[in-house]
C-alpha cells in the first residue's frame, strides 16, 4: 500500500481497524480505558514511523502487530502476568511465539461482540454509552463527538472517561452478557446505536437540519452488528431502518440546507441502493413484531412508493397500531396521528394529538398545525406553527415552521 501522505494513510486506516485493536486488547488486559490507552500509543508509533520507514504493505496487520507488543509488554510487567496469559491459553514468555501473536486474532467477531456490550452497559448513563461507543467503536475523536452533539470537548472528554471510571469500578466484565441478561443488555447497544442514528437524522439543536457522518457511523456500527449477531431479528431490524430512513438524506436538504419534508422531496434522488439494502435486511427481520422491525416496515412502505400520493397510509397507520402495543410512547402516538389523519382525515389524526401529553416538543404543535392548516383552519394553525418555532432549539427547524406560519397569514 502506497500513498505520498502516510499521515492519512495512518488516519484512514485507524478509522477502519481501531475497533477491531480496541477490541482484542480489551479482552487480553480486561480494561477497556487500558485497551484504548494501548490501541492509541500504536496509532502514535504509527504516525512517528510510517512518514519515515514507509507504509506498511498490509498496514492494518501492522498495527494489529505492534498492539499486541505493548499489551505483551504491559503484562509482563506485571505480577500477574502468567495468569493472564493463561486465561488467553497460553503460558509463556516469547513475544514472538505465533500461538500467543494469534491471540488477539481468533474470534474477532467474539471480540468486537463483547467490546459493543460493554460500552453500552446499562450502568452506563445513555449519553456516555453513546459517547464511548463512538470513541471506541466508532474511531470518532474526541473534538467530532463534541461537534456532533454541541457539546464543549472538555464535556465530551469527561463523559468518555466518567465511563471508562465506571466501567472499571464497577468491574464490569469483558464478556458477553448471561443468557438471562442478553435481552436487555442487547436492547441497550440498538438503543445506542439508535440514538446516534437520529442525533445525525434529524438534529436536535444547532444550525445543520441532518448530520449525515452521524448517520454514517450509526449505519456502519448496524452492519457490524447484524454481521456479529445475524440471528437476532431486531438487529436486522434496526439495520433495515436505518438502511431505509439514511436512503432519503439527499433528498432532505435542498441546495441551501433548508429542509424538504417527505411530502416534497424528490424521491429520484432517494439513494436505491441504501433502499434494497434495507428492504434485504427487513425481510430477515418483517413477521416478528419487535419496534425495531415495525418501524422498518413503516418506512418501508414509504421507501416502496414512487409518488407521495401512492403511500399506503392505511397499513402504515396500522403499523403504528401495533407498534402502540408493542413499545407505547408519546411520540409514537404523535406518528400515528399523522399516519391517522393522512388515512382516515385531519380531524381523526387532530383527536390523537390533542389526547397526548407530552410537554415541551416542538413536534407536538407542528403535528397540530399541519392537521389544523388542512381542516382550512388557518389562524389556528399559524398560532401552532409559531409555538413549534419557539420550542425547538434547531435553527433550520425553526425557520421550516416559522415559514409554515407565513404562508398561513392573510
Same mark, same amino acid.
Given at each position: ?6 499521515? !492519512?494513510?495512518? =488516519? ?19 480494561? &477497556?480505558?487500558?485497551? =484504548?490507552?494501548?490501541? $492509541? ?30 499489551? +505483551? ?8 502476568y502468567r495468569e493472564k496469559l493463561a486465561e488467553i491459553g497460553r503460558a509463556t514468555t516469547d513475544v514472538d511465539d505465533p500461538d500467543l501473536a494469534a491471540a488477539l486474532d481468533d474470534y474477532v467477531g ?12 446499562? &450502568? ?59 435481552? *436487555?443488555?442487547?436492547?441497550? &447497544? ?25 448517520? $454514517? ?17 431486531? +438487529?436486522?431490524?434496526?439495520?433495515? #431502518? ?20 417527505? *411530502? ?9 441502493l441504501l433502499v434494497r439494502r434495507g428492504l434485504d435486511a427487513l425481510a430477515l427481520a418483517e413477521g416478528t413484531f419487535g419496534p425495531y422491525a415495525l418501524q422498518a416496515s413503516i418506512a418501508a412502505c ?6 407521495? =400520493? ?10 403504528? $397500531? ?8 408519546? +411520540?409514537? =402516538? ?12 385531519? $380531524? ?14 416542538? #413536534?407536538?404543535?407542528? +403535528? ?18 409559531? !409555538? ?23
Open positions: 500500500m502506497t500513498s505520498t501522505d502516510p499521515r !492519512r494513510v495512518v =488516519e484512514a486506516v485507524w478509522r477502519i481497524e481501531s475497533a477491531r485493536i480496541v477490541a482484542g486488547l480489551a479482552r487480553l488486559v480486561g480494561d &477497556v480505558g487500558l485497551a =484504548e490507552e494501548l490501541a $492509541q500509543d500504536t496509532l502514535v508509533i504509527a504516525l512517528e514511523r510510517w512518514p519515515t520507514d514507509g507504509v506498511p504493505d498490509h498496514p492494518g496487520s501492522w498495527l494489529m502487530a505492534t498492539a499486541k507488543h505493548r499489551a +505483551v509488554d504491559l503484562l509482563r510487567r506485571r505480577t500477574r467474539d471480540d468486537l461482540l463483547r467490546l459493543v456490550f460493554t460500552t453500552c452497559h446499562p &450502568v452506563l448513563p445513555t449519553e456516555s454509552r453513546v459517547a464511548l461507543t463512538l470513541r471506541l467503536l466508532g474511531g470518532l475523536t474526541v473534538p467530532e463527538i463534541a461537534r456532533a452533539y454541541l457539546v464543549s470537548e472538555a464535556a465530551a472528554a469527561r463523559r468518555i472517561t466518567r465511563a471508562k471510571r465506571t466501567l472499571a469500578s464497577e468491574r464490569i466484565p469483558i464478556e458477553l452478557p448471561p443468557p438471562a441478561e442478553a435481552a *436487555q443488555r442487547l436492547a441497550s &447497544v440498538l438503543e445506542v446505536v439508535y440514538l446516534v442514528f437520529n442525533e445525525g437524522y434529524a438534529a436536535t439543536a444547532g444550525d445543520d437540519w441532518t448530520r449525515p457522518s452521524l448517520c $454514517q457511523e450509526a449505519l456502519r456500527l448496524g452492519r457490524v452488528l447484524a454481521t456479529l449477531a445475524p440471528h437476532e431479528p431486531e +438487529v436486522h431490524g434496526l439495520a433495515a #431502518l436505518m438502511e431505509l430512513q439514511a436512503s432519503r438524506l439527499p433528498a432532505r436538504t435542498d441546495a441551501t440546507g433548508a429542509p424538504v419534508l417527505l *411530502q416534497d422531496q424528490d424521491r429520484s434522488r432517494w439513494d436505491r414509504h421507501a416502496r412508493a414512487a409518488r407521495a =400520493e401512492d403511500t399506503d397510509w392505511d397499513r402504515i397507520a396500522t403499523l403504528y $397500531q401495533v407498534l402502540a402495543h408493542v413499545s407505547p410512547s408519546p +411520540v409514537v =402516538e404523535l406518528n400515528r396521528a399523522v399516519a391517522v389523519g393522512h388515512a382516515h382525515g385531519a $380531524q381523526h389524526g387532530l383527536a390523537v394529538v390533542d389526547a397526548l401529553e407530552l410537554p415541551n416538543y416542538a #413536534l407536538v404543535p407542528a +403535528v397540530r398545525g399541519d392537521l389544523l392548516a388542512r381542516l382550512g383552519r388557518s389562524a389556528e394553525a399559524r398560532e401552532e406553527f409559531l !409555538r413549534a418555532a419557539a420550542m425547538t432549539r434547531n435553527t433550520r427547524e425553526r425557520e421550516l415552521f416559522e415559514g409554515r406560519a407565513a404562508g398561513l397569514e392573510g
